[in-house]
């Protein structure tokens, strides 16, 4: 089909061999392409083995916009079973490897088995090598971006792990674009447990777009739309702006979520780093909007500059009480090139910072000193002293120490919770809860349903109904590929996909068909788990935020997220434990094997 | 007694200590003297404007449903206008205004008003010890007394008061009717004017706090400022306020028309529920929040 390959390489680590599987068309027109299509893959591959065991696949997939320079559209999607939360774990990332990854003919990898040796798999229009990667094995990612391209060329792009990936921590992630990273749920440890330390691709080969001209027109004005008022924030400031407003709306994580407001917020807001250490700005691959804002340290001479999200400034800041933008520059400086998620390397230092002032950790934990902090960091990535149990992510190490360390742990299903408090954010709280990967706030985007409305919704009915709606948006989204930062540009979302799939591979699919496959991408992704061992309750959110009395008006309490819960299930035609009708799956055409 | 009025507004001509004719000072976006019109509008059924000359009759010609009438007693001061106004007035009783009182009280001319009895010459408030004037209700049996005065060069009025039968409406009563009433203010100079103003922007209104949030923070160069406003307003007044208290808005965070806010904005009540464009109703010390509508990150 146009705008696919229609194949994708199956490689086996344990005895470095590959093989080219072609992809029906109806998968294809089913699944979309990313995070789509690598959960058919993950599928189908699944071996339902432990994360980090060789069986356990890895996918890496492109999608039918990929390569088209339709703005926002060079993302990749990965798909494995995520050692953090044991069931689907699915992450993404902006980058050049996917337009070039799906130039070399393939629209997916799907990498299976673990080899003897470091390895690296390099990957062009006609041929797949294994490289040894012994000399690079240990490096840091930018070291290791660096030396590939210096080896390589600049040619190839790189999708590569770091020490953290290497040494198995659980939320380690993959890194590429120096600056970019797929880095939740922990896809980097199953990459470093088959003893691979990167990718390189290059592949130059023409994408077959059924109407060209008509694409090339779309690409234009779509670029013209994204430089309008719906993406004012992300161009200007960036989302670090984010903290002012939720830390005035008491919903800023602060503490490990003990509280939802930080005294010191005004030192490490968006504003206050864009006043004070604001760099410059910079565009992921093939992307007009430029979210990102390069920020740098201005406390000495030796300045250190990183791509800095809200999500980073509020996990590692306010979450731990840190109010220095420099300290938080230089701990995101550091997880970026030890490939460690900022998200759960924060929440999981503040689980153990609460777990040992409680006596369930014998070892102090001290981040008093930036100096210190960024010890704690790197002692994880390398798995030294505590290190080594916080490496493993607050659910894994609170079920380790026990007690009641678990009531410190915040996260759901094993992954951290992002930094939004869903306290009185009923939409988010709920998605959170569902997520099939876990605490993510990007599957579902559901703070959007809270956020921009006339009122804040307190029906769990409607909530339920418009986070299900949301979710399947969402995957359509990701599975397309488009940047979730594009979203309001379109008039008409669906419409306008399905107009743009048409045009790219001559096949008609109508909104209402998107909006089945987005459905369709979902249920599949809950089937993975259920086949991985969930049960209802796994959907859930930690007790701390259920039941904090402390706090004013609060709307999410353990009834109201059950009943949410329950509309939700309805809303998804699935039964009242959470589990998906063999109807349903008839319905969506998913084959249940 | 005869129900009906006459309002008597003195408009002499431009003002030394101001600089500036006082009539014609703009006052709230229009001449002060309207002020005065409008507020003794519905109590009385003719207004005469007394001034000085013809030339200044001309000046005044604009002003719409009233009667000008130029000062039979020219240079005798408040005593020669009321004179006047008194002998053109249809009614027996006049109401009879200085033009520099922004804040004339509806409820307190109602009540002098009503004080007004058949027997009664001049009804007129008090406050601090000082008589208003030209803040009082005089009756025609008041000309002759005046006539006799202005003949013999005796401009005080309040010479005529102990002539006349006068009643005084004291302070505790106009505290009853009005607290802390400005209806007595009038403008002298500069400063008063100010003052006027001050008090124009906040008097009936409340104070609320307007918090700015990501550009709109960046832009205003504050977290927050604070406003007067009418309790009941739309989402489009409210915008016009913000416009004029922070101009720097308008184009990146403000529409230019100053109409409503960019579609990159949204502006939530005291949090993130929006206002909405039917009228709403503030409270003291209520926030308005303008952030941006692009929550993701």
Redesign the interface.
């Known amino acids: 089909m146009n705008g696919y390959n229609n194949k994708y390489l199956l490689i086996n680590l344990d005895d470095l061999t590959f093989e080219e599987e072609k992809i029906e068309d109806q998968i294809l027109y089913d699944y979309l392409g990313g995070t789509g299509l690598s959960t058919y893959l993950l599928n189908k591959y699944s071996s339902n083995d432990d994360p980090l065991s060789p069986s356990n696949p890895l996918v890496f997939c492109s999608s039918p916009l990929t390569g088209t320079r339709l703005t926002t559209t060079s993302k990749y999607s990965i798909a494995t079973r995520s050692p953090l939360t044991n069931f689907i774990g699915d992450s993404m990332s902006s980058s050049y490897f996917a337009d070039k990854l799906k130039k070399t003919g393939f629209d997916a990898l799907v990498i299976r088995g673990k080899s003897n040796k470091y390895k690296l798999i390099k990957i062009t229009n006609s041929k797949v090598e294994f490289l040894d990667a012994t000399n690079i094995w240990g490096k840091t990612t930018s070291e290791t971006e660096s030396l590939l391209s210096t080896n390589l060329g600049s040619d190839f792009s790189f999708a590569s792990i770091g020490p953290a990936g290497e040494n198995l921590v659980r939320f380690a992630g993959i890194k590429n674009d120096g600056g970019r990273m797929a880095a939740r749920t922990g896809v980097g440890a199953v990459m470093g447990s088959k003893n691979l330390k990167a990718i390189a691709v290059n592949g130059n080969q023409q994408i077959k777009i059924y109407n060209a001209q008509k694409i090339n027109e779309i690409r234009k004005e779509l670029s013209i739309k994204s430089l309008g008022d719906s993406t004012e924030k992300y161009r200007t400031t960036g989302t670090t702006i984010n903290m002012s407003l939720l830390n005035r709306l008491e919903m800023l994580p602060t503490k490990n979520f003990s509280e939802s407001t930080f005294k010191e917020s005004t030192k490490i807001e968006g504003e206050n780093l864009i006043k004070n250490h604001f760099s410059k700005k910079a565009h992921c691959a093939n992307c007009t909007i430029g979210c990102e804002k390069i920020f740098v340290t201005n406390d000495n001479n030796d300045p250190i500059t990183s791509r800095l999200e809200f999500q980073t400034t509020a996990s590692l800041g306010s979450n731990l009480g840190i109010n220095d933008p420099n300290w938080i520059i230089r701990a995101s400086s550091l997880c970026d090139d030890l490939g460690m998620d900022t998200i759960s390397t924060g929440v999981t230092i503040s689980w153990a910072i609460e777990a040992s002032n409680n006596g369930h950790l014998k070892e102090p934990i001290d981040i008093s000193t930036e100096q210190k902090l960024l010890e704690l960091i790197k002692n994880i990535a390398y798995r030294n002293s505590i290190g080594n149990l916080l490496a493993e992510g607050s659910k894994i190490a609170s079920e380790t120490i026990g007690n009641k360390s678990y009531l410190y742990a915040m996260h759901v299903k094993g992954l951290e919770i992002p930094s939004y408090d869903p306290r009185n954010l009923p939409a988010l709280a709920l998605a959170l809860s569902v997520s099939t990967k876990g605490a993510c706030h990007n599957r579902a985007s559901a703070y959007d349903i809270d956020f921009n409305n006339k009122e804040i919704f307190i029906d769990p009915q409607i909530i339920a109904k418009k986070t299900k709606e949301s979710e399947d948006y969402s995957a359509v989204l990701d599975s397309m590929i488009w940047c979730k930062f594009l979203r309001k540009s379109f008039d008409d979302f669906y419409y306008e996909s399905s107009d743009i799939y048409s045009h790219l591979t001559g096949e008609i699919i109508s909104p209402e068909k998107l909006k089945i496959a987005g459905e369709r991408i979902n249920n599949l992704k809950k089937l993975f788990n259920i086949n991985n061992g969930w049960v209802r309750k796994d959907d859930n959110l930690p007790e701390r935020l259920l039941k904090n009395k402390s706090k004013k008006n609060q709307i999410i309490s353990n009834n109201f997220l059950d009943s949410m819960i329950d509309n939700y299930y309805y809303f998804r035609d699935w039964d009242k434990n959470g589990n998906i009708p063999t109807k349903k799956l008839k319905q969506l055409n998913i084959k249940s094997d | 007694m005869n129900d009906l009025l006459t309002g008597i507004i003195l408009a002499g001509g431009k003002s030394r200590r101001l600089g500036r004719d006082k009539a014609l000072e703009l006052f709230n976006e229009r001449p002060l003297i309207f002020s005065v019109i409008d507020a003794i509008r519905s109590s009385v059924d003719e207004i005469i404007l007394i001034v000085n000359d013809s030339a200044r009759k001309k000046e005044l010609a604009f002003i719409k449903n009233v009667k000008i009438v130029v000062d039979t007693y020219s240079d005798s001061g408040s005593l020669g206008g009321i004179y006047s106004g008194l002998l053109e007035a249809q009614n027996s009783n006049a109401i009879v205004l200085a033009c520099d009182m922004p804040f004339v009280s509806k409820n307190i001319i109602n009540t002098m008003k009503n004080r007004m009895g058949s027997n009664v010459d001049i009804v007129i408030p008090e406050t601090d010890g000082y008589k208003h004037s030209t803040h009082a209700i005089y009756n025609k049996n008041c000309l002759e007394v005046i006539d006799q005065q202005l003949k013999q060069n005796e401009y005080k009025i309040s010479k005529i008061f102990s002539k006349c039968k006068t009643i005084i409406i004291t302070e505790n009563e106009i505290d009853e009717i009005e607290p802390n009433s400005k209806s007595f203010f009038n403008i002298n100079n500069e400063s008063d004017l100010d003052k006027a103003n001050q008090i124009f922007n906040t008097m009936g209104k409340i104070k609320i706090k307007i918090?700015f949030?990501?550009?709109a923070?960046?832009v205003a160069k504050q977290d927050f400022i604070h406003l007067y406003t009418k309790k009941q307003v739309t989402e489009n007044e409210l915008i016009k306020l913000i416009s004029k208290a922070k101009p720097d808005l308008i184009g990146q965070i403000i529409k230019k028309d100053t109409n409503e806010l960019?579609?990159?904005y949204?502006l939530g009540i005291n949090?993130?529920?929006?206002i909405?464009d039917k009228k709403i109703f503030l409270q003291k010390n209520d926030s308005i929040?303008i952030?941006?509508?692009?929550?993701?990150?």
């Open positions: 918090e949030f990501g550009t923070k960046l960019k579609k990159s949204n949090g993130i529920k929006n909405s929040l952030f941006s509508s692009q929550s993701g990150g």
